[in-house]
């Protein structure tokens, strides 16, 4: 394994819901970030933070929250989502000033 | 921004046979270019990379190739085999405030038939 893990693997919401997404390094990386990957399209950054400092935020709607307690851990928090917000959600890390990026395994989101 | 396109979208070759899958990038400050591997249901991997003071790369039956000047680069696996299906994602990147943001091509999917 790569030493990236997210939680849950799997998540089932309504529209109306409140849940988070997270993710956790054990890398010892500094960098660490959110994607979208959705069928038939390339994976979308959305996401970036650097030494728990939000870098980049790639005009993601605000019913993406994203949280970034310490270089460890990374929240998406979601709500009041849309079907179209379906999607599998990577999260990934790298050490700067190396580029090389490591993936979690991904959370499968359905939005009912 | 950066934008990378990516062909074909789906490859189906012959067990053994050679597969040939090609990007190219817009942003001339992108320095380096990574492939990533997707098997069904897994999450990406990096196989190989590439970055822009070197042309060419090989590492046993992949070997990726960067041409700076037309901005393009391609992937390359020579005798393939079964558990090389997969989808193949293409990347850029140029670097950032301490982190890279990768811009992905579209994929590839690749079918090696036995």
């Known amino acids: ?112 | 921004g950066e934008n990378v396109e990516q062909h074909p979208s789906t490859l189906s070759v012959q067990e053994g046979d050679s597969a040939v899958i090609k990007c190219t990038y817009s942003d001339s400050a992108s320095n380096y270019f990574p492939w990533y591997k997707q098997e069904l249901g897994k999450r990406p991997q990096l196989i190989i990379d590439i970055r822009s003071n070197v042309g060419e790369k090989k590492d046993q039956r992949i070997a990726v190739t960067l041409n700076k000047t037309a901005k393009h680069f391609s992937l390359h696996i020579t005798e393939t085999q079964p558990e090389d299906s997969a989808v193949y994602f293409c990347a850029a990147s140029k670097p950032g405030a301490g982190s890279y943001q990768l811009t992905f091509g579209k994929g590839t999917k690749l079918s090696v038939i036995p």
């Open chain 1, 1 to 112: 394994e790569t030493g990236v893990t997210q939680t849950p693997r799997h998540l089932v919401m309504g529209m109306t819901n409140k849940k988070s997404l997270k993710c956790e390094q054990h890398l010892g990386h500094n960098a660490m970030y959110w994607y979208k990957q959705s069928a038939k399209k390339p994976l979308e950054l959305m996401f970036v933070y650097n030494f728990k400092e939000q870098t980049e935020n790639n005009s993601v709607p605000s019913r993406f929250s994203p949280e970034c307690p310490n270089s460890s851990h990374l929240f998406l928090h979601l709500h009041t989502l849309q079907p179209e917000d379906s999607a599998l959600y990577l999260c990934a890390s790298s050490q700067a000033p190396r580029d090389i990026q490591y993936f979690g395994a991904g959370t499968r989101l359905s939005v009912l």
